[in-house]
Structures are given as C-alpha cells and as structure tokens.
C-alpha cells in the first residue's frame, strides 16, 4: 500500500501470527480513486450487535484486529477509547475484530477495562478479506468513501492515530 504499511518483520511491536494459506490480495479497485474498497462484513459483536461495515459510509473507521494476549494490541486500546470519545460525534467509529482468542476471555477483557466501541470475533473469511493478518495488532483506516487509507501493522502512539483521523475526518 505505497508505503503506507508498517512492515511487521523485525516489528519488536507486532506479534507474528501462523501464516495465512489463502489469498492476500484484494484486487478489486474503487473507482476513480488509488485507494482499494474496504471489504464489507456483517458481524455480530460480543454484545449481540450486528455490524455491517457498509453502514459507516460518510464515517471514517478504525478497524483494529488484535487479541487479549497481544501486549501491543493491549497497549493501543486506550488510544482507541480515547480516539472514539473525542471524535465519535465528528464522525469516527472504531471496530475492534479479535483474532485468535476465546469469547469468553474477550468478554472478560472487554468488560474490565470499559471498552467504548463494538467488539467482534474474527474469522478467517474477514482476515482474509483484509489481505492475511500475519501480526498483530494490525489496525486499517478506513476513509469516509470506505476505501482503504492505511494499514498499520504493529503498536503506533496515540499522536499518531490521532494525526490520521483528524485528517481523514477533514476530508
């Protein structure tokens, strides 16, 4: 993603995953722009929600893929939570999809540390539509045209995402 994706070998702040064995590309292209499509999904988050990706439209998302024993993935979730209370009435939503991990220990994790935006369990169909998450965390920003802006793998400071989202929500 030219040059925008943090590369997760020699990452001290990614956590290698098994590899994928499917196919990691997503060839489709948005039109008239060089940014690709986000994929969309219907999920059911840990609280019973649905999330439909393609109901974010006008909104920029964070989609976060990460796990309760990851500690980089546990170390950017309050930069979420700080992120999605200042900026969710501007427009920001976050979206946390939890790789590798069991529910119960997710609910758990959720609950203790107050966890403000909708968590949902990952399955291979939506890594794979993400082009294979190798390492987490691995984190998208995701334009109000739900196109693709950055793929961010391994821990990032808050600075930083705070940096991306005002400019994509500028937009």
Not at 41 to 68: E, H, M, P, Q, R
Not at 144 to 167: A, L, N, P, W
């Amino acid at each position: 993603m030219d040059g925008a994706e943090a590369q997760s070998a020699g990452n001290p702040d990614a956590v290698s995953l098994a590899p994928d064995t499917g196919q990691a590309q997503n060839t489709s292209k948005a039109a008239e722009s060089k940014f690709k499509p986000a994929p969309d999904f219907t999920l059911v988050s840990i609280k019973g929600d649905t999330i439909k990706l393609s109901n974010y439209k006008g909104k920029v998302v964070i989609l976060d893929f990460w796990a309760t024993w990851c500690p980089p993935c546990k170390e950017e979730i309050p930069h979420f939570k700080k992120l999605f209370a200042e900026k969710g009435e501007e427009g920001l939503v976050v979206i946390g999809i939890v790789v590798n991990d069991e529910l119960a220990e997710v609910k758990k994790f959720v609950n203790k540390n107050a966890v403000n935006y909708p968590i949902v369990m990952g399955t291979a169909q939506i890594e794979k539509a993400y082009g294979g998450i190798n390492a987490i965390p691995t984190t998208f920003l995701i334009g109000k045209d739900m196109t693709i802006r950055q793929k961010v793998v391994g821990y990032r400071e808050f600075s930083f995402f705070q940096k991306e989202v005002e400019k994509l929500l500028a937009e």
